[in-house]
C-alpha cells in the first residue's frame, strides 16, 4: 500500500529532514514508526498524506506517486487517508461534534448518516457526552480524542498517527492502541509514529526505526517484543 523508494526531504535553510528512506508497508499491515525527537517521524507521515512532497524519491500509495500528484487530484488522495497529528488541529469555534463531522458534510453525506456516524466514533473514544462542548473546554487528552474520532470518521483504508498517545494517560494509550489493532484486524492500514518503547514493545508488532533522517532498523512482528538490534 506505501512505499518509499530513496526518499529525502530537504526543508529550505539546509535541514535535511530524511536521507534515503526505502520500505514498504503492505495492504492490512500494522507498524510503529520510532526514533528519537527530530529523528523524522512527522515529516515522513506528512510525505504520505501529501502534506509535503519528497525532494528526492518516491512515495506510492495505492501505486501511485503521490509526489507527483495533481493538485485536483489531492483531495481525492487525502479521503483515503486518515490523518491523527500530534497537535490536534481542531477548530477551537465548533463543537466537538461538528469537528468530526466536517469530514462527512464536505462529503454530502445526508445529516442522519453524519448523526450516526459521527456518535458512533465518538462513543469509541470515550468522548460522547462531550459533543456538544467546545475544544478549548477539554483537556489535551480529549482533544487528541477528538482528532482521532475525526480522522476514523470517514473509515479510510489507511492511518497515519503521529505521537497519538502523547497527551494521554497509561490505561487510556493501552486502550487506544487496542483501537488500532481493533481496526487493523479489519483491514485497515495503520502507521503509528510513537516514542511510547515499552507500550510498543508489549503490543509487538512491526517497528520502523529512524535516526538522524535514515531508516536504521526494521524489526517484524514479534521480534519487536525481545529488544534486540538497535531498535526499540
Request: charged share 25%; no cysteine; hydrophobic share 45%.
Amino acid at each position: 500500500m506505501i512505499s518509499f523508494e530513496h526518499v529525502a526531504k530537504r526543508y529550505p535553510g539546509g535541514i535535511q529532514a530524511l536521507s534515503d528512506v526505502n520500505f514498504s508497508l503492505g495492504q492490512g499491515e500494522l507498524a510503529f514508526l520510532t526514533g528519537h525527537s527530530g529523528a523524522g517521524k512527522s515529516t515522513l507521515l506528512r510525505l504520505i498524506a501529501l502534506l509535503e512532497r519528497p525532494s528526492r524519491g518516491q512515495v506510492l500509495f495505492e501505486g501511485r506517486n503521490v509526489g507527483k500528484l495533481a493538485r485536483r487530484h489531492i483531495p481525492y488522495l487525502r479521503r483515503r487517508i486518515g490523518v491523527i497529528f500530534q497537535d490536534h488541529r481542531l477548530l477551537s469555534d465548533k463543537r466537538v461534534f461538528d469537528n468530526v463531522a466536517l469530514p462527512l458534510m464536505i462529503a454530502g453525506l445526508s445529516y442522519g448518516e453524519i448523526r450516526r456516524r459521527v456518535r458512533a466514533a465518538l462513543d469509541k473514544v470515550g468522548l460522547l457526552d462531550k459533543e456538544k462542548m467546545f475544544p478549548p473546554m477539554l483537556s489535551g487528552g480529549e482533544q487528541q480524542r477528538v482528532g482521532i474520532a475525526r480522522a476514523i470518521i470517514t473509515k479510510p483504508p489507511l492511518i497515519l498517527a503521529d505521537e497519538p498517545t502523547g497527551n494521554l494517560d497509561p490505561d487510556m494509550s493501552a486502550e487506544l492502541m487496542r483501537y488500532f489493532l481493533q481496526l487493523n484486524e479489519l483491514g485497515v492500514t495503520v502507521l503509528i509514529a510513537s516514542h511510547d518503547l515499552e507500550l510498543i514493545r508489549q503490543l509487538g508488532q512491526r517497528v520502523l526505526v529512524l535516526k538522524a533522517g535514515q531508516m536504521v532498523d526494521d524489526l517484524p512482528a514479534r521480534l519487536a517484543l525481545t529488544g534486540d538490534s538497535h531498535g526499540p
